[in-house]
C-alpha cells in the first residue's frame, strides 16, 4: 500500500502554473488568473520544462497524468470487456464523494477501481491513493492500513482521520478502498469520518456490498458480456464478445490450444455461458487450455455442475459468491489428494510465500517438505498459485485471495486450520530470529514481503498462545523500532501486555519491548510506565539482568525527556549492575545512555569518556551498530562542549555505518545533529536541509523528535529561517523530500546537493534509460523479448537490443538476475520511488 511517490521539485508557484497550463490555459490566462505577468509566466513554465524533462505543453499535461495516478499499479494486461464501466465509475468518481463498486468474488471490482484511478488521476493533485484491505483481518486495523496508503503512520491517539486531514488540507485527492466486504463497517465508518474531515477527498470503494453511508453512489459490475441464446452471430462478432475475448486472449497467454473454426466458437461461448462471465472463472478455465481442448473444459463442467445465478441486492454475498464457488470447486476437484491438502494448507498465508516457508508450514503428514516441491509445481502450472520474482530473486508464491478464502474453508472443513496456523506462526518466530533480520538493508525488504503473513501469525498467536506473541514481538521490535511502522509495533505491544499475567516473566519482556518502541514513538508517558512495571516484576522474580536492564531503560527516557539528574541516577545504578556481570554488550548499552546523560547535564568530560568506553567495548565484540550509537551521541557532548572538530568526526563516522546497518530513528538524530553543526558553522541552507530530511525521515517510519534535542535543533531552524528568508522554505522541501541515501551523503559533505541527488537517482535507475527501464520492468514480469516488443510496440530485435543493454548497465548476467534487482531497487517506469 503506498501513496503517489514524490515528484521532482517544483515550488507552489510552479506547480500551481503546470496545473493550470495542462487545465488548457494559455500562458495569458495563467497569468490573468494569478495576477502575474506573462514574462513570469513563461520564465516559470520554462522552467517547469527543463524540470520534468518535457518540452510541449501535450507533454506537460501527459506528465501530470501520469503522475497523479503513480500511486497505482501498472495493468499487467489489458481490461477486456469494461470500457463503458470504466467511463461511468470515472463520471461517478469525478461528480460523487463516495462511489463503491459491488458485484460477486471475481467479477473484477479491483482491476476496474484501480483503471478508473489511473483515468482520473490528473483530477485529483493531492494524488490517488490505494489501500488493500484483503489482508487486513481485524476491524481495528482499518484505520492504520489508511493512513499508511497516504504514506503516514497512526500518531499516540489522533484519529486518522484527523491524521489524513492534516496532510491534504484542502486538496483534492482520491482514496482507492479495495475489498471492504469483510470489513464493512469499519470501513463505512472510516469512509464516512474522512470525507467529512477532508473536503477535497473522494473515496472509490469496492466491495460485495454497498458501505451503506450516506450520499453513497453504487455502482454494480456485473459479469461480462454474453452472446444471447440462440443469437446468430457470425464467427467474427462472436471473438469480440467481452467474455469470449477474454477467454481466447487468456488461453493465447496460457500457451493453450486456441479453437479455430465456428464449431470451436460455439464451445467457447457454451464455457462462458456455463461460467456466467466471471473474469476470474474465465481465466482460470482458459488456463487449463495448456492441457486440454475446449471441449475438454466443457465436458468437465458438466450439466450438472452449471454455476448458480448471480442475484442483485445489498446482502447476497453469499449467493453470489456461488458462481465463482462452483469454478474454485471444479479446479479443485481436479487436484490429486495430496495437491488438495497442500492447497488449503497453503491457504493459511495471508501474502506471497517462498518454498522454504511452504515446506515448513504445509509439509506436516500426510505430506513431506520434499514433496512439496513438486506439488507446489504442480499447483503453479494449474493456476491455482501465482509466482514471481522476490525480492532476492528466489520465486514468490501467492494465492488469489478468493481461491485463499476456499481453500481456508476446506482446511477447516478437514480439521487441519488449528495445527496449519500453529506451524505457520511458529514458522514466522524462526525467521524473525534469524541473525541479522532488522539490521540488513536485504533482510528489510525481505521483512516487507513478509508483513502480511507476520500480521497474520501475531493475531493468531495473540489469541491462542500468547508466549508465542511475545517471542515474535520480541524479535520483530527491531525491525519496528529501525524501519516502521513504529506505530503498529506500539499497537501490537499494548495488546500483547494487557494479555500477559500481571507478574509474568513474559509480561517483563513485552513492557521492556513496549518501552523501548513507545519511546521512538515519542509516548513517553508510556514507555515510562512499561519500563517501571518491567522492574517492578524483574524485582519480585528476582531476575538481576533485567532489573538493570530496567533501570537503564528508565534512565534512556528520562535523558530524552530533559530529566538529566534522574537519568543520571538511573543510568549510574544500571552501569554498576552490569559492570559485576560478565555481559560488555549490555554495559556498553549502559554507557551511552549514562555518558549521553551527563553530557546533556553538563558533565561534558564524564559523559564523553564514558561515551568513548561504550564505543571501545563495542568494538571489541564486533558490534559496529554499537559503535555507531556510542559515536553519534558523542557527537552530541562534543556540540555541546564546543569541540566542533571532534563532533565532525564522531558523526561521520556513525552516519557511514548506518548505511549499511540502518537505523532510521537513529539517522534521523544524526541528521538533527548536523543541522545543529552546521547552524553553528553558518551554513543555514545546510541546517535547514538536514532538519529537513530529519523530519521526512521520522514521518516515514512514524517516529517522534527526541525532546532533549528540540531546544537547540528549533533554534537552529529558527535562525536558518530567519536568514535565508523567502529562500528558506525551498530548502526545508529539499530536505523533507530527500531519501535517507542523499541526505546520508549530504551530511557526510561527500557531494554537494544537487550533485546527491543526481547520484540517488542514477543508483535508482542503474543508469537505464526511459525504455530501458520498460524494458527492465517486463523483464521481471517474466516477459520474454518477443513479448516485450509487442507490449512496448517496437521491433524485435529493437527488445533484444535494450535487453542486452539492461544486462550490461545492471551487471547482470541472466533474466532472472535483471528481475531480482528490479525488485530490489522497487524500479519504476518514471526512475522516481
Not at 562534543?638 to 556513525?654: E, K, T, V, Y
Request: one cysteine or more; proline letters at 4%; a negative charge.
Amino acid at each position: 500500500m503506498g501513496g503517489s511517490p514524490a515528484s521532482p521539485r517544483l515550488t507552489d508557484r510552479e506547480r500551481e502554473i503546470a496545473d493550470l497550463v495542462a487545465a488548457g490555459l494559455t500562458n495569458v490566462d495563467v497569468a490573468a488568473r494569478l495576477g502575474l505577468s506573462d514574462r513570469t509566466v513563461d520564465g516559470s513554465l520554462q522552467q517547469v520544462y527543463r524540470k520534468l524533462g518535457v518540452s510541449t505543453r501535450q507533454q506537460l499535461t501527459a506528465w501530470l497524468r501520469e503522475r497523479e495516478a503513480a500511486g497505482l499499479p501498472a495493468p499487467l494486461d489489458g481490461l477486456i470487456g469494461r470500457e463503458e464501466d470504466l467511463a461511468r465509475a470515472a463520471a461517478l468518481v469525478t461528480a460523487h464523494r463516495l462511489v463503491t463498486l459491488t458485484g460477486p468474488g471475481g467479477v473484477g471490482k479491483t482491476r476496474l477501481a484501480i483503471q478508473v484511478g489511473r483515468a482520473v488521476g490528473a483530477d485529483f493533485p493531492g494524488g490517488v491513493h490505494l489501500v488493500e484491505l484483503s489482508a487486513v483481518n481485524e476491524p481495528e486495523l482499518v484505520d492504520d492500513a489508511v493512513v499508511s496508503g497516504f504514506g503516514l503512520h497512526l500518531d499516540g491517539d489522533r484519529p486518522a482521520h484527523r491524521i489524513v486531514a492534516d496532510r491534504l488540507g484542502q486538496r483534492p485527492a482520491l482514496l482507492v478502498l479495495d475489498n471492504c466486504e469483510h470489513l464493512v463497517e469499519a470501513s463505512a465508518l472510516l469512509a464516512q469520518r474522512l470525507l467529512t474531515a477532508c473536503p477535497g477527498l473522494h473515496v472509490l470503494a469496492t466491495s460485495r456490498e454497498p458501505l451503506m453511508v450516506p450520499g453513497e453512489r453504487v455502482r454494480q459490475v456485473a459479469p461480462l458480456a454474453l452472446p444471447a441464446g440462440g443469437q446468430a452471430l457470425t464467427e467474427d462478432a462472436l471473438r469480440h464478445h467481452a467474455a469470449v475475448r477474454l477467454f481466447l486472449e487468456r488461453a493465447e497467454e496460457a500457451g493453450g490450444a486456441l479453437p479455430v473454426g465456428p464449431g470451436d466458437l460455439a464451445v467457447v461461448v457454451d464455457i462462458c455461458r456455463r461460467l456466467d462471465g466471471l473474469p476470474l472463472a474465465l481465466e482460470l478455465a482458459a488456463a487449463r487450455t495448456r492441457a486440454m481442448t475446449p471441449a475438454a473444459l466443457l465436458e468437465h463442467l458438466g450439466h450438472d455442475e452449471r454455476p448458480g445465478i448471480l442475484t442483485a441486492g445489498y446482502r447476497t454475498a453469499g449467493e453470489r459468491q456461488q458462481t465463482l464457488r462452483a469454478t474454485v470447486e471444479w479446479s479443485h476437484r481436479l487436484l490429486s489428494e495430496p495437491e488438495q491438502v497442500l492447497f488449503a494448507r497453503l491457504a493459511v498465508f495471508a501474502g506471497g510465500f517462498d518454498l522454504r516457508s511452504a515446506q515448513a508450514v504445509a509439509g506436516g503428514e500426510p505430506l513431506s517438505p520434499a514433496g512439496v516441491v513438486d506439488l507446489l509445481s504442480r499447483l503453479v502450472d494449474r493456476s491455482l498459485v501465482q509466482v514471481g520474482a522476490g525480492s532476492t530473486g528466489e520465486p514468490r508464491y501467492r494465492l488469489l485471495d478468493t481461491l485463499r478464502a476456499y481453500g481456508r474453508e476446506r482446511l477447516g472443513a478437514t480439521g487441519g486450520a488449528e495445527e496449519t496456523s500453529r506451524r505457520h506462526a511458529e514458522h514466522h518466530a524462526e525467521v524473525l530470529a534469524e541473525p541479522m533480520l532488522t539490521w540488513s538493508l536485504r533482510a528489510a525488504g525481505e521483512m516487507r514481503e513478509q508483513m502480511d503473513d507476520v500480521r497474520a501469525a501475531l493475531a493468531w498467536s495473540l489469541a491462542n498462545a500468547p508466549e508465542l506473541t511475545t517471542l515474535i514481538c520480541g524479535r520483530l521490535v527491531g525491525y519496528w523500532g529501525r524501519h516502521g511502522p513504529i506505530g503498529e509495533g506500539c499497537q501490537w505491544m499494548d495488546r500483547i501486555i494487557e494479555r500477559l499475567p500481571a507478574d509474568d516473566s513474559h509480561r517483563a519482556i513485552a513492557c521492556a519491548n513496549g518501552a523501548w518502541l513507545a519511546q521512538r514513538h515519542g509516548r513517553f508517558d508510556a514507555a515510562e510506565r512499561y519500563a517501571q512495571a518491567e522492574l517492578r516484576i524483574a524485582r519480585a522474580i528476582g531476575d538481576t539482568s533485567a532489573v538493570a536492564d530496567a533501570l537503564t531503560r528508565l534512565g534512556d527516557i528520562a535523558r530524552n525527556r530533559g530529566r538529566f539528574g534522574e537519568a543520571v541516577a538511573h543510568a549510574a545504578e544500571g552501569v554498576a549492575m552490569r559492570r559485576g556481570a560478565d555481559d560488555a554488550y549490555e554495559l556498553a548499552l549502559a554507557l551511552v545512555v549514562s555518558g549521553s546523560a551527563l553530557g546533556r547535564r553538563g558533565d561534558h568530560d564524564e559523559g564523553r569518556r564514558q561515551l568513548e568506553e561504550a564505543a571501545d567495548l563495542f568494538g571489541t565484540i564486533g558490534e559496529s551498530a554499537g559503535v555507531a550509537l556510542a559515536r553519534g551521541w558523542l557527537c552530541e557532548v562534543a556540540i555541546r562542549m564546543g569541540d566542533l572538530p571532534l563532533a565532525a568526526a564522531q558523526l561521520a563516522q556513525s552516519l557511514r555505518t548506518y548505511r549499511d546497518r540502518p537505523d532510521a530513528w537513529m539517522v534521523a538524530n544524526l541528521f538533527d545533529l548536523a543541522a545543529w553543526l552546521a547552524r553553528i558553522q553558518d551554513d543555514p541552507t545546510r541546517a535547514l536541509r538536514l532538519a529537513g530530511a530529519a523530519a521526512g525521515l521520522r514521518e516515514a517510519i512514524g517516529a517522534a523528535a527526541v525532546p532533549a534535542l528540540a531546544e537547540p535543533v528549533e533554534r537552529a531552524v529558527r535562525e536558518s529561517r530567519r536568514w535565508l528568508g523567502a529562500r528558506a522554505e525551498e530548502a526545508w522541501r529539499q530536505g523533507v523530500g530527500a531519501g535517507p541515501e542523499q541526505a546520508i551523503t549530504y551530511a557526510l559533505r561527500e557531494t554537494d546537493w544537487e550533485a546527491g541527488a543526481k547520484a540517488v537517482r542514477d543508483a535508482a535507475t542503474g543508469g537505464l534509460t526511459g525504455r530501458e527501464r520498460e524494458v527492465a520492468l517486463l523483464i521481471a514480469e517474466g516477459l520474454a523479448d518477443k513479448e516485450i516488443a509487442a507490449r512496448l510496440g517496437i521491433g524485435r530485435r529493437t527488445a533484444e537490443h535494450h535487453a542486452e543493454q539492461v544486462r550490461r548497465k545492471l551487471g547482470c548476467s541472466s533474466r532472472t538476475q535483471v528481475a531480482a534487482w528490479v525488485v530490489q531497487h522497487d524500479l519504476t517506469p518514471d526512475g522516481e520511488r
